[in-house]
């Protein structure tokens, strides 16, 4: 299975530093975003297509219960890390 190690925060993307401070308040993690920061400007352009659409679609449900939710199913899949 290959693995990506993370980039130190320093490293990272100044636009991309401040999506984790955005996971960080509304999922209480962004570690994950320092592995996509391989690609950034891929990760950049899913950010555009996906912040717009979860703030639009999001309902009564907080990101941080969402999040739960998708773990809870790729568990149940038997995803693997």
Do not use: W
Not at 4 to 12: A, G, Q, R, T
Not at 36 to 57: G, M, N, Q, R
């Amino acid at each position: 299975m290959a693995r990506l190690s993370s980039i130190p925060f320093e490293k990272v993307d100044p636009e991309l530093q401040a999506v984790m401070h955005e996971y960080d308040v509304e999922l209480g993690g962004s570690g994950f975003v320092q592995v996509l920061a391989h690609a950034p400007e891929v990760f950049k352009d899913f950010i555009k297509f996906y912040f717009p659409l979860v703030s639009t679609t999001r309902g009564s449900v907080n990101m941080r219960l969402t999040e739960l939710a998708r773990l809870k199913v790729a568990e149940k899949n038997e995803c693997a890390l």
